[in-house]
């Protein structure tokens, strides 16, 4: 067995922290990039440990950050009131242009199951009736679209 | 860029420790000697730098004997810093700081610098030769000196009040002048 040699995880924050609050900030928004940070930050320390080289250590942190991102977006759409809906939306809850930007490289289909998914925040028998597809291959075009965002950054 | 905001940073690591996620914690303590390094592990300081050696040296010498998940913190060390500062302004003794000597890996070295930790309080001082009998081989003087030269944890393991019996200060890993500013601290530089 080989014993994987990580560096001090403080020394990756200080070297990575900044860029990593700018990744953030593009993908959620001044308002939530420091929460962002932070919860990716204690994911990535929880991890630390398990990972099996130490390669590539930047783009892991990238991967990390904006995992945490979209699951701090799931969680505030499902944190707005579902009762007394506004007439007009209101957006202050998400950066829609973020979460645009975000997806904006992906391919037409791509970004629709995870408009259908995060933004509407359909469940999955859902995003697969709104395209016609199976539930099966709904998960599997929301799933197969996260991991290409997370493959391509840091961009 | 901006850089993360100290309070993000303290949030970490304070929300890290409560999780216990962290095999050590470090702090940057400002002193008249100097800015120190000071790194503490679950079971007490393990090691402190003075600021001529590259923390990222020292924080990956921790990691390779308790883990990488180091993290910074002052608050977390908050009892560690005090003690200190207060030392520097005269006042009490860091040996009340528990220590954990997991850096040194020789036995003897850390029979010696556990006598000195335990016996050798402020304002007292001993030669190489009564701290190797104190720690099992009063012939290994010697070795008693390779200890203290390589102790991990100086100021809060006293390696500054070894003399040598021939007289003088004798030397310190962190530069004489340092011992000597220990010393004269302590009320007992030689004459």
């Known amino acids: 067995m080989t014993t994987v040699v990580l560096p001090p995880f403080w020394s990756l924050v200080e070297a990575h922290g900044d860029e990593l609050l700018a990744h953030a900030r593009r993908l959620t928004g001044e308002q939530h990039a420091e929460d962002v940070v932070q919860d990716a930050l ?3 320390l929880r991890a630390y440990p398990r990972l099996r080289h130490a390669d590539h250590l930047r783009a892991w942190l990238y991967r990390v950050t904006t995992t945490a991102a979209i699951d701090a977006h799931r969680a505030r759409r499902r944190e707005l009131p579902t009762d007394d809906v506004p007439a007009v939306p209101t957006h202050d809850s998400y950066d829609e242009g ?6 904006a490289p992906l391919p037409d289909g791509a970004r629709t199951a995870l408009r ?5 925040d359909l469940d999955y028998e859902a995003v697969a009736d709104r395209l016609d597809i199976s539930a099966a ?3 599997q075009r929301v799933s197969s679209a996260v991991r290409t965002l997370r493959e391509r950054l840091p961009a | 860029m901006t850089p993360l905001p100290d309070s993000l940073l303290e949030a970490v690591a304070s929300a890290a420790v409560r999780e216990g996620l962290v095999d050590a914690v470090f702090t940057r303590l400002r002193t008249p000697i100097g800015r120190l390094l000071v790194v503490q592990g679950e079971n007490g300081i393990v090691r ?3 600021e001529e050696e590259p923390e990222d040296h020292v924080l990956a010498e921790v990691a390779g004997h308790l883990g990488s998940r180091i993290v910074a913190s002052d ?5 560690t810093r005090d003690t200190l500062e207060a030392y520097f302004e005269g006042e009490g003794d860091p040996h009340a700081l528990p220590v954990d000597l997991a850096l040194v890996a020789a036995p003897f070295r850390r029979a010696v610098l556990e006598a000195l930790h335990d016996d050798i ?3 007292q001082v001993v030669t190489y030769g009564a701290l190797a009998e104190r720690a099992g081989n009063p012939r290994a003087y010697r070795a008693a000196a390779t200890a203290c030269a390589r102790n991990p944890i100086p100021i809060v393991v006293p390696c500054h009040r070894v003399l040598p019996s021939s007289g003088g200060i004798g030397r310190y890993g962190g530069g004489p002048e340092r011992k000597r500013a220990l010393l004269e601290l302590e009320g007992s530089l030689p004459a």
Do not use: K, T, W
Request: charged residues 20%; glycine residues 8%; neutral net charge.
């Open chain 1, 98 to 103: 973020a979460f645009e930007a975000l997806i």
């Open chain 1, 137 to 139: 291959a709904a998960r």
């Open chain 2, 75 to 79: 608050s977390e060390l908050a009892l």
């Open chain 1, 42 to 44: 204690l994911r990535a």
């Open chain 2, 48 to 50: 402190v730098g003075f």
């Open chain 2, 121 to 123: 309080l402020a304002g």
């Open chain 1, 116 to 120: 259908l998914r995060f933004v509407e």
